[in-house]
């Protein structure tokens, strides 16, 4: 199995199934969930220099304001992201880097267990990523988790304020 056949799998028999059963909505490579004023939104990032044999990539992660969105008509996408963030947000630093990991994210190759790689996911998302996103059900749990986030806790906390008043 190649290195993109492998992301292709990951997708289908985790990440879909587990972000469905957290109450995620999918379309292609990006998930989000209503939170009412705001939605959560998990969007999987592949750079351009990945091959079949090799693919690196990361997830974009972060809440979108509804009274941001260029669209509302439609559903949440990446660009609407008021603080994007990458996983490593999200995960305490010694699992920031390991054998599936670097610094840009995650890194799938043809001798990839796609089995132990699985697990290694699951755990960021099931023990940091999803916990900490299942926490925010209100404005205010943006503000107090996100708000000291250089540069993007000021815009969300400014944006928060703009559409309140």
């Known amino acids: 199995m190649t290195a993109k056949e492998k992301q292709s ?16 909505k999918t379309s292609r490579q990006t998930w989000w969930k209503d939170k009412n004023d705001f939605f959560l ?3 999987m990032q592949n750079f351009s220099w990945n091959t079949q044999n090799n693919v ?7 809440i979108v304001l509804k009274t941001e969105m260029k669209d509302k008509s439609k559903n949440p996408l990446i660009y609407d992201l008021t603080i994007p963030l990458r996983e490593n947000f999200y995960l ?11 610094k840009t994210g995650y890194i799938l190759n043809d001798e990839t ?12 998302f099931e023990n940091y990523i999803l916990p900490k996103l299942d926490n925010l059900n209100e404005l205010q749990d943006c503000i107090d988790n996100f708000g ?10 400014n944006a928060i304020r703009a559409n309140i008043l």
């Not at 690196?56 to 972060?62: E, L, P, S, T």
């Not at 000291?148 to 906390?157: A, P, S």
């Open 113 to 124: 267990d796609i089995f132990t790689f699985i697990n290694e996911l699951k755990s960021d």
């Open 148 to 157: 000291d986030v250089y540069f993007f806790g000021e815009r969300m906390k």
């Open 41 to 43: 939104l998990i969007s």
């Open 9 to 24: 799998e990951l997708i289908k028999t985790y990440l879909k199934p587990t972000l469905k059963n957290f109450g995620y």
């Open 56 to 62: 690196n990539f990361c997830f974009n992660i972060g």
């Open 92 to 102: 305490p630093h010694n699992r920031t880097e390991n054998l599936f990991r670097n």
